[in-house]
């Protein structure tokens, strides 16, 4: 069987183009007509236009950041995104699949941090984003929106009035949908299926991605809460000690072994068990966050727990002492 020849480069930027374009909110019938007429031009188009639809079609849709409508989508930004769509027509599926991966866990975020770190990152209109450890942000700044996308991890944002003359209106963007904030100070944690959000100053929106404006939630100062992509949870008070990582601790009060064992995990290179039979045991202490080692030290000294370590440290399993 003779292979299929191959597309050119310029062709498969068209048809990235074009699928950026139709895959947008706002896309009109002329668009989808045009479309219709380029890919009937040539044969090639319309095996270039074949693949893909046939790689968007197999993982359902676009990444979030590129399906965008075209209002939310800075102007000319997605040029860079295009030309890297464009190569991934050419590469097999597993190729877009592995770029899927990476954009899942951050790996091509414009700004990330390794377990462990924390890094301040000063935006072009003055407001500040500090980002917590494995965490990873884009960043959408244009004459119509300020807009943080949360790759992973979790973030604390002060904001700062905006002096452009449009009123930009500041959002963080997250797998659930939108956090728009009302001159705040705050915190988002994108956690496997669900945001969770802390305000310290003034208030802000969570706009659920598939729920009415009705469902949206208005978080005041000194509460916090959790939405998915369908529903605003209950707002409730502030944990004892919220926010605590931007200074390097970790508060606990009653905390459950076991949850303790999972934030510390975060913040190590490597693995945190914790056996069932000490999992529920009852924490409360202030615990550093730039070395865990201590914290796991403090833990085994007060607590009838021993922390056991394998693989050279990578592993360490607390458990009955």
């Known amino acids: 069987m003779r292979a299929a020849a191959a597309i050119s480069p310029d062709v498969l930027e068209q048809a990235a183009e074009w699928l950026v374009r139709l895959h947008a909110g706002g896309v009109s019938d002329d668009d989808r007509q045009a479309c219709e007429r380029w890919r009937r031009a040539h044969p090639e188009h319309a095996r270039a236009w074949a693949r893909a639809e046939r790689l968007?079609?197999?993982?359902?849709?676009l990444p979030p950041d590129l399906a965008m409508p075209a209002l939310d989508r800075p102007r000319g930004a997605s040029r860079r995104a295009v030309l890297g769509l464009a190569g991934l027509l050419a590469l097999t599926p597993a190729g877009w699949l592995g770029w899927r991966l990476a954009?899942?866990?951050?790996?091509?975020?414009?700004?990330?941090?390794?377990?462990?770190?924390?890094?301040?990152?000063?935006l072009a209109d003055g407001s500040t984003v500090t980002l917590n450890t494995a965490s990873a942000i884009d960043l959408r700044f244009d004459a119509a929106q300020r807009t943080v996308l949360l790759r992973g991890g979790e973030i604390l944002v002060q904001t700062a009035q905006d002096t452009a003359a449009s009123a930009r209106p500041f959002r963080v963007r997250t797998a659930e949908g939108w956090v728009r904030a009302l001159g705040t100070r705050f915190?988002?944690?994108?956690?496997?299926?669900?945001?969770?959000?802390?305000?310290?100053e003034h208030a802000v929106r969570l706009e659920p991605e598939r729920a009415p404006a009705s469902g949206f939630l208005t978080l005041p100062a000194g509460h916090a809460a959790c939405f998915t992509d369908s529903r605003?949870?209950?707002?409730?008070?502030?944990?004892?000690?919220?926010g605590a990582w931007t200074r390097g601790m970790l508060m606990a009060d009653g905390m459950r072994l076991a949850d303790l064992a999972a934030e510390l995990a975060r913040y190590r290179g490597g693995i945190v068990r914790c056996d069932p039979a000490v999992a529920g045991v009852r924490v409360s202490g202030a615990f550093p966050l730039d070395d865990t080692d201590l914290a796991l030290a403090m833990l085994a000294s007060t607590y009838p727990v021993a922390a056991r370590r394998r693989l050279g440290g990578y592993w360490v399993a607390l458990e009955p002492a």
């Not at 968007?56 to 849709?61: F, I, K, M, Q, T």
């Not at 954009?103 to 000063?122: F, K, P």
């Not at 605003?232 to 000690?241: E, P, S, V, Y």
């Open 187 to 200: 915190s988002v944690r994108q956690r496997e299926g669900r945001t969770d959000v802390a305000v310290f």
């Open 103 to 122: 954009q899942r866990e951050g790996w091509t975020a414009a700004y990330r941090t390794a377990a462990g770190e924390r890094r301040d990152i000063r």
């Open 56 to 61: 968007a079609n197999r993982l359902g849709g």
């Open 232 to 242: 605003a949870g209950t707002a409730a008070d502030l944990a004892t000690g919220a």
